[in-house]
């Protein structure tokens, strides 16, 4: 069964602060597909960022950053010098990769409570 | 923006009585989902269908039935609803098209139906 963990529930930084967001993940897969979604606090959720299996390349977004380890099976998130719009929910997700014609289904984490304060 | 509608945005209704929320995309993807999201649960799938008139379950589909008559609307009706179905609700399509090798696309999300059963 899939499973993502998101072990920290809620952090409080101070604006220019880095800050990492940690993401674990189970499945029994060979092939599969992570994912980040921010929910603001408006409650809309932004799809962030997607990364296949067999893509272990860390990625850099401008100020985001992920870093995704198969041996630790975690896909963790980091805000370098975070900003007070930066405040919102984050949520990993994990998807395998269904078969044809099925339908991928997407297991969140329970998310995790970002807060930067000015 | 991904061309997903729900309504209602709001609503607030007694325990016992039938509630309907609808979801409605203009970008004609054959799949669609019903999540919720609660407080330290994170965002759960409920139904998703991969078709007209094709749907099945998700995670935690007790007490929630599902129709898709066509392919821009996915209904998710609570028959008789509980004070435990008090819930955001978001409703997903996936860009995707059938097959293994097609998989390339994230979920894009609604705005989220937030329900109160009193």
């Known amino acids: 069964a899939q499973k993502v963990t998101q072990a920290q529930t809620e952090i409080s930084v101070v604006e220019k602060e880095d800050v990492t967001l940690d993401c674990v993940y189970e499945t029994r897969d060979t092939t599969y597909y992570l994912f980040w979604y921010k929910q603001p606090p408006s409650g809309e959720l932004v799809f962030l960022i997607r990364?296949?299996?067999?893509?272990?390349q860390n990625e850099i977004s401008g100020r985001y950053s992920w870093n995704f380890q198969k041996s630790t099976s975690s896909f963790n998130f980091t805000i370098t010098a975070s900003q007070v719009v930066d405040s919102a929910v984050y949520f990993c997700?994990?998807?395998?990769?269904?078969?044809?014609?099925?339908?991928?289904?997407?297991?969140f984490g329970k998310g995790m409570k970002l807060t930067v304060n000015p | 923006d991904a061309g997903i509608t729900q309504s209602p945005r709001h609503k607030v209704t007694e325990t016992g009585t039938p509630v309907t929320l609808r979801c409605h995309q203009t970008e004609n993807h054959r799949y669609m989902y019903w999540y919720r999201q609660d407080p330290g649960h994170g965002l759960r799938l409920i139904h998703y269908s991969y078709g007209v008139k094709d749907t099945d379950k998700g995670e935690v589909s007790d007490g929630y039935s599902v129709s898709r008559s066509k392919t821009e609307d996915f209904l998710l009706t609570l028959e008789s609803a509980t004070s435990s179905q008090t819930s955001v609700y978001f409703c997903?399509?996936?860009?995707?098209?059938?097959?293994?090798?097609?998989?390339?696309?994230?979920?894009?999300f609604g705005n989220g139906t937030r329900l109160t059963v009193t």
């Open positions: 997903a399509i996936s860009p995707r098209t059938p097959g293994r090798s097609s998989y390339n696309s994230p979920l894009h």
């Open positions: 990364r296949n299996s067999f893509d272990e």
């Open positions: 997700a994990l998807s395998e990769v269904p078969e044809q014609g099925g339908s991928e289904k997407l297991v």
